[in-house]
C-alpha cells in the first residue's frame, strides 16, 4: 500500500499537465482521494493504537484505505495510458498535416523531440518551472497554424516576398485561434504565439527578453537547430557543426543565451537522436 501511496502522490505532483486540467488547477477528485486516503489511514492507525482497539472499526477503516489507494493508482494508470494514446494521435495528426508541406514534413516531431531533450539537461531550478506533459504538446504544435497558410506560401521554391512573409507570420496567430476552442491548451496558447519571438524584443510581437515565457524560449531553439539542419526548398541544409556556429552567434540577440549554451552541451548523438527517421537532415 506505500507503493501505492506513493504512486498516488506522484500522480498529484505530476497532474498539473494539458491533460488534466488546463487552467483549471489541479482536478478535483484528485484532492478527494488523497484527503479519503488519509481519512482512511489516520482513522485505521488511530482505532490500532487506541487502549481498547475495535478490530471490526479498524478492519473496515484499514481496508477502505487499501481500497481508495487501488482505485487512486488504477486511475493513474489509466491517465496515464490516456496520455500517451492523445500523444500520439496528435503526433499523426501533425504528420498528416505536414506531409502536404515538403519544408516541414517531420520538422515538428523534430522540434517536439530536441525540445524535450534540451528540457532533459535543464537544471532543476527550470525544470520546476515546466510541466513536461504540456510542454510536449506545445513543441509539437507550435507550427499547427501553418495549417492555416497557403500551399503556395509553403512550398514556394524561393525565398518569400514581403506580402508572403506577412501572410506566413500569421501562422501563430493561427494556431491559438484553432487551439482556442480546446479548453485543454489554454495553458500552451501562449507557449506557441510567442515561439517567434527573440531576447532582443524583434520577434512578431515584440515580446523583450523573459517576458518571453521559458517555454516558448526553449522551442525557439528547438526550432532554429531543427530548421538549419533540415533541407527545404529554398536552402540547403548545413550540418551539426554550422548549426551550433549560427545559434552561439544569435544567442543573447534572437535566442536565451542561458538556455543556448545548456542547449550546446548536448552531445550531437543525443541531437541527431531527435531526426525522425525518413526525413532528410544533415549530420
Ligand atoms: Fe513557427
Redesign the pocket.
Known amino acids: 500500500m506505500i507503493g501505492n501511496i506513493i504512486a498516488y502522490i506522484r500522480f498529484i505532483h505530476t497532474s498539473t499537465d494539458v491533460m488534466l486540467s488546463g487552467k483549471h488547477g489541479e482536478p478535483l477528485w484528485a484532492k478527494i482521494g488523497l484527503v479519503l486516503l488519509v481519512f482512511f489511514l489516520v482513522g485505521y492507525l488511530g482505532v490500532a493504537i487506541a487502549g481498547k482497539p475495535d478490530y471490526l472499526m479498524a478492519g473496515i477503516l484499514f481496508f477502505g484505505a487499501v481500497f481508495v489507494s487501488l482505485a487512486l493508482v488504477l486511475m493513474y494508470y489509466l491517465v496515464d495510458s490516456l496520455k500517451d494514446r492523445s500523444m500520439e494521435i496528435t503526433e499523426t495528426l501533425i504528420g498528416v498535416i505536414e506531409a502536404r508541406d515538403s519544408n516541414l514534413n517531420g520538422h515538428s516531431r523534430n522540434v517536439q523531440e530536441l525540445s524535450m531533450c534540451l528540457y532533459r539537461h535543464l537544471p532543476a531550478s527550470l525544470k520546476d518551472k515546466i510541466s513536461p506533459v504540456s510542454f510536449e504538446y506545445a513543441a509539437l504544435l507550435?507550427?499547427v497554424g501553418k495549417l492555416g497558410v497557403p500551399e503556395s506560401i509553403l512550398n514556394k521554391p524561393g525565398k518569400l516576398n514581403p506580402e508572403e512573409w506577412n501572410v506566413m507570420k500569421q501562422?501563430?496567430k493561427i494556431a491559438m485561434d484553432l487551439l482556442k476552442s480546446l479548453p485543454l491548451f489554454d495553458e500552451i496558447r501562449d507557449w506557441i504565439l510567442y515561439?517567434?519571438e527573440r531576447i532582443d524584443g524583434k520577434g512578431y510581437y515584440g515580446l523583450p527578453g523573459k517576458d518571453i515565457p521559458i517555454q516558448a524560449r526553449i522551442i525557439a531553439i528547438c526550432?532554429t537547430y531543427s530548421a538549419i539542419t533540415m533541407r527545404r526548398s529554398y536552402k540547403d541544409m548545413k550540418t551539426h557543426e554550422e548549426a551550433k556556429n549560427i545559434i552561439k552567434e544569435i544567442a543573447g540577440s534572437q535566442l536565451d543565451a542561458d538556455l543556448v549554451a545548456i542547449f550546446l552541451t548536448i552531445p550531437k548523438e543525443e541531437l541527431q537522436a531527435c531526426k525522425p527517421q525518413t526525413i532528410d537532415f544533415a549530420n
Do not use: I
Request: charged share 30%; aromatic share 0%.
Open positions: 507550435h507550427d501562422h501563430p515561439h517567434h526550432d
